[in-house]
């Protein structure tokens, strides 16, 4: 029976890939940070599992990385849904904005209007 591999993960596969870059430009630090990062961590149990023989465990293991990645990648939807969300009402706020300023400057031109309409009439009624 064939047991995959956390780095068959496209997670696991784009953080190797950035520690690659990160130890060819030398930044060593970025590099020690993805080395320690939680899921990293775990692939690294999950290989050393079954380089021992224990597959149970690191069939175990697998499961649990799939699904704290699976759970932030779940997370990160909902915030990506909730920016986009976000971005969409943001342009209804502005026309929002738009409409109501052009009621007022509509309101304060009829303003005028009505007080030299009412002035005509009161010189019109003193003659």
């Known amino acids: 029976m064939q047991h995959p591999s956390p780095e068959m993960l496209p997670a696991i596969?784009?953080?190797m890939r950035e520690m690659e870059v990160a130890v060819r430009e030398e930044d060593y630090e970025a590099a020690a940070r993805i080395r320690d990062h939680?899921?990293?961590r775990l692939a690294e149990d999950i290989n050393m599992h079954r380089s021992i023989g224990y597959l149970d465990?690191?069939?175990?293991?697998m499961?649990?990385?799939e699904g704290m990645i699976k759970a932030h990648e779940a997370a990160m939807g909902r915030e990506y849904e909730a920016r986009q969300l976000q971005q969409q009402q943001q342009p209804r706020l502005s026309f929002d904005d738009i409409m109501r300023r052009q009621h007022q400057a509509e309101e304060q031109q009829q303003q005028p209007a009505q007080e030299e309409g009412s002035g005509v009439q009161q010189n019109e009624g003193n003659k």
Do not use: G, I, S, V
């Not at 465990?57 to 293991?61: C, G, V, Y």
């Open 13 to 15: 596969r784009l953080l």
């Open 38 to 40: 939680p899921w990293m």
């Open 57 to 61: 465990e690191a069939q175990k293991l």
């Open 63 to 65: 499961t649990d990385l």
